[in-house]
């Protein structure tokens, strides 16, 4: 069994050094780690080059409300404020509370932040427009199914070296010794859709893990595999090959329960069956 990394009790917290981000990276590789149930999260602060490419991935600007779960000193909040965006911290120890806004004040940014002192898994996500973490995959796993219900779809999660495991990050980078990944919340794509372009019609039946899509599309008693089928938050893009014509091309922006075309096409689609439920 591996040791537990640095406590973050609001007693017993310690400031750890970037070399202790690396050594919380490399523990949190062995499987003894991240198979405890419910495992600390020690304080580990992101260096500020990571904090300002997190923000650049996740291309935060005025009009978001940045949520940084478990947010430390502050520090990615009070970025995003220098950005123009409104900035939220949610943090369990009320020392680092304290540190955080007297560092806001400092970089003058404190009527664009605020700082609750609350345990990040009680946190509403619903008007979140981007999430940011530095926690372990474990929480990162038990935040989940509630990224994927609460966050509107085209939100961003941009996570600072722990992933989500079978829900693949739509971006991800190595920053000096950190690892940065950047995922788009999938809207829901799963599901029977009708397609219709003037008199023509087809329906389409989706298939959705996370943002992986793969569907059927039905002409009449033609059935044919969509191919290349993407979804990035609401934008979903798949082509059918018909015949040996030129295949048809779809890119489109979903919006609850209806498909519309970006750019200049003339079709829409209408879900004609149930969601499907991609949280889990
Ligand atoms: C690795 S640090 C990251 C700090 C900051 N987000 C950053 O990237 O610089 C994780 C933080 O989560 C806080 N934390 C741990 N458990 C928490 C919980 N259940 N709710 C809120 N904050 C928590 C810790 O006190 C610590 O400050």
């Excluded at 079978?166 to 990944?181: T, Y």
Aim: glycine letters at 8%; a neutral charge.
């Amino acid at each position: 069994m591996i040791t537990k990394p640095a406590d973050c009790h609001p007693k017993s917290h310690r400031l750890l050094s970037s070399g202790a981000a690396v050594l919380l990276a490399s523990l949190s590789t062995m499987s003894g780690f991240i198979e405890e149930p419910f495992e600390t999260i020690p304080y580990i602060p992101t260096p500020s080059s990571a904090v300002d490419r997190m923000l650049e991935l996740a291309e935060v600007g005025p009009g978001d409300l940045v949520l940084d779960m478990g947010s430390g000193d502050g520090r990615i909040v009070i970025a995003a404020a220098k950005l123009g965006a409104r900035g939220r911290g949610v943090e369990i120890n009320p020392e680092l509370i304290e540190r955080s806004q007297r560092n806001a004040m400092r970089a003058k940014v404190s009527h664009l932040t605020e700082f609750r002192q609350e345990d990040m898994f009680d946190t509403p996500l619903t008007d979140v427009s981007v999430l940011t973490l530095y926690v372990l995959t474990q929480s990162n796993l038990r935040l989940r199914p509630r990224i994927l219900t609460e966050m509107r779809p085209g939100s961003r999660v941009v996570s600072h070296q722990f992933g989500m495991q079978e829900w693949d990050a739509d971006k991800s980078e190595r920053h000096g010794v950190n690892r940065l990944f950047v995922w788009y919340v999938p809207a829901r794509a799963g599901g029977r859709w009708r397609f219709e372009s003037g008199d023509d019609h087809f329906t389409l039946e989706l298939y959705q893990e996370f943002q992986q899509i793969r569907g059927t599309a039905y002409f009449g008693n033609e059935r044919l595999q969509i191919r290349d089928a993407r979804l990035k938050g609401t934008k979903i893009d798949f082509e059918i090959e018909r015949g040996n014509g030129e295949p048809l091309r779809f890119s489109g922006t979903i919006s609850e329960n209806t498909i519309l075309p970006r750019g200049g096409d003339r079709w829409r689609a209408t879900r004609t069956g149930a969601a499907q439920v991609i949280a889990r």
